[in-house]
């Protein structure tokens, strides 16, 4: 069974940049798991997904919204998928997850295609 684990720091200020990792084990990423995504959540809303990694190819997918912010990559040596976070912000404060798919989803950055869920970490953006 694979397992999912976020880890990275739970505060910084304004304007920085804020790198968080996706520790895999249980499986390989390059191997029967075709996308890694980051989702995130905050206070009071649901569930967004931020990027996205077909991890057989290298593309990567996000929402109008984050583009050229965020960044998505994956270390195939250490198992790991990671999310860069550029010129944080207050509202960039949420619960960021990486998440699994089995197959191709449709939609890269719905939640409902992904099978594989780490528990998440905090991110603050607070000065």
């Known amino acids: 069974q694979v397992q999912l684990q976020e880890s990275g720091p739970s505060l910084v200020k304004p304007s920085q940049t804020l790198s968080v990792t996706c520790t895999v084990s249980?499986?390989?990423?390059?191997?029967?798991?075709?996308?890694w995504s980051w989702f995130r959540q905050a206070p009071g809303k649901g569930r967004e997904g931020i990027s996205s990694i077909d991890i057989r190819y290298a593309n990567t997918y996000y929402p109008n919204s984050l583009k050229g912010r965020f960044t998505i990559s994956s270390d195939d040596a250490k198992n790991t998928v990671h999310l860069q976070m550029d010129n944080l912000t207050p509202e960039d404060t949420a619960v960021y997850y990486c998440?699994?798919?089995?197959?191709?989803?449709?939609?890269?950055?719905?939640?409902?295609?992904?099978?594989?869920w780490g528990q998440g970490t905090q991110v603050t953006v607070s000065s």
């Open positions: 998440a699994a798919a089995l197959f191709s989803p449709s939609q890269p950055l719905a939640a409902e295609h992904y099978t594989y």
């Open positions: 249980g499986g390989s990423i390059t191997t029967n798991y075709y996308f």
